[in-house]
């Protein structure tokens, strides 16, 4: 199998790494090419094994699945670069957010099937929760999923539209929680801790309650109300929490993200 990624970044890097170190593909099935980042790639290159190149004609050549993931906004780039060499067996995959199966066919001039997921980069210790859509020509969907097995957990979604919803929740959703945490660490500097003190617990307690929700098989209700003793510490922090409305904040939050997603998938011909 021959996999090319145009696009090495962030969200890609994730992925091959969450392949590689789970053994799904070999390096060398890997292929990676990029715009910007040369040296990051000559890293991969050299500490994963995997293969990289700026020439087209061998990336595409023979290619099972070429991987879009560059932003959507240098996707006409990318599609340039494609178009010439794509041959009829290759099977596009796209980790775009907002992008349409149809404006990539338009872009790419191509009948080729196209699938699009929504990963996040927790592919990176395969633990990524991935949404995926796909063209009706596609063949063989269990091959791909399987593939993304080996990075996470997937979630089949019938509509393409409803591709806006999943990238709100888990595409963007960890960036959330981290954001989350990144203030947690702040508010506990408020409470006197020193920066170091406030990372080790604030860490501590994150990969604690991780572990918790990964091994219990309690809802998240009770693991937070075998917290909450009556008039006690908890209970206070909590009233406080629901008083600044945290339900409504992180509701606007989602439907931002779902809302950008709906903007970024204008496509011209929907005008
Ligand atoms: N970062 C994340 O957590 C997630 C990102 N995504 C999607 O993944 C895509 C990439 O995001 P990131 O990895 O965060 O961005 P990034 O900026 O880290 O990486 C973008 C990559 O695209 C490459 N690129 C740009 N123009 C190119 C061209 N003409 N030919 C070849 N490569 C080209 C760049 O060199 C770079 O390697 C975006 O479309 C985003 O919507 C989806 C889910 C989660
Ligand atoms: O922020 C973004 O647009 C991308 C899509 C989901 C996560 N990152």
């Given at each position: 199998?021959k996999?090319v990624?145009?696009?090495?970044?962030n969200?890609?890097s994730?992925?091959f790494?969450?392949?590689?170190?789970n053994r799904?593909?070999k390096p060398?099935?890997?292929?990676l090419?990029?715009r910007?980042?040369?040296e990051?790639?000559?890293?991969f290159?050299e500490?994963?094994?995997?293969?990289v190149?700026y020439?087209?004609?061998?990336?595409l050549?023979?290619?099972?699945y070429?991987i879009?993931?560059?932003?959507?906004?240098s996707f006409?780039d990318?599609a340039k670069?494609?178009?010439?060499h794509?041959?009829e067996?290759t099977?596009i995959?796209?980790?775009?957010?907002g992008?349409?199966?149809?404006t990539i066919?338009?872009?790419?001039k191509t009948?080729?099937p196209?699938?699009?997921i929504m990963?996040?980069?927790n592919?990176m210790?395969?633990h990524s929760?991935?949404g995926i859509?796909?063209?009706?020509?596609f063949p063989n969907?269990?091959?791909?999923?399987e593939?993304?097995?080996?990075f996470?957990t997937?979630v089949?979604v019938e509509?393409e539209?409803e591709?806006?919803?999943i990238t709100?929740?888990t595409?963007s959703?960890?960036?959330?929680?981290?954001?989350?945490?990144e203030?947690y660490a702040?508010?506990?500097?408020?409470?006197?801790?020193?920066?170091?003190?406030?990372?080790f617990l604030?860490?501590?307690l994150v990969?604690?309650?991780g572990?918790?929700?990964?091994?219990?098989?309690l809802p998240?209700?009770?693991?937070?109300?075998?917290?909450?003793?009556?008039?006690?510490?908890?209970e206070a922090?909590?009233e406080?929490?629901?008083?600044?409305?945290?339900k409504?904040i992180l509701?606007?939050?989602?439907y931002?993200a779902?809302?950008?997603?709906q903007e970024?998938?204008?496509?011209d011909?929907d005008?």
């Open positions: 199998m996999i990624f145009y696009g090495a970044g969200m890609a994730a992925i790494i969450g392949m590689i170190e799904v593909v060398e099935q890997i292929y090419t990029s910007s980042q040369k990051k790639i000559m890293f290159r500490n994963l094994g995997v293969n190149s020439d087209d004609t061998e990336l050549d023979g290619a099972d070429v879009l993931a560059s932003k959507p906004q006409p990318v670069r494609i178009r010439p794509l041959e067996k099977k995959v796209s980790v775009m957010a992008t349409q199966i149809k066919r338009r872009e790419l009948e080729n196209i699938a699009r990963p996040n980069t592919a210790v395969q929760v991935s859509t796909y063209s009706e020509n969907k269990d091959e791909l999923v593939l993304m097995k080996s996470g997937t089949v509509e539209d591709m806006h919803n709100a929740a595409g959703g960890s960036a959330f929680l981290y954001y989350i945490y203030k702040e508010s506990l500097m408020d409470l006197g801790f020193s920066e170091e003190e406030a990372m604030t860490t501590n990969i604690g309650a572990k918790m929700v990964e091994d219990s098989e998240f209700s009770q693991l937070r109300k075998n917290i909450t003793s009556k008039r006690g510490t908890t922090g909590l406080a929490l629901d008083g600044e409305g945290i409504e509701s606007r939050t989602l931002a779902a809302s950008r997603s970024l998938s204008k496509d011909a005008e």
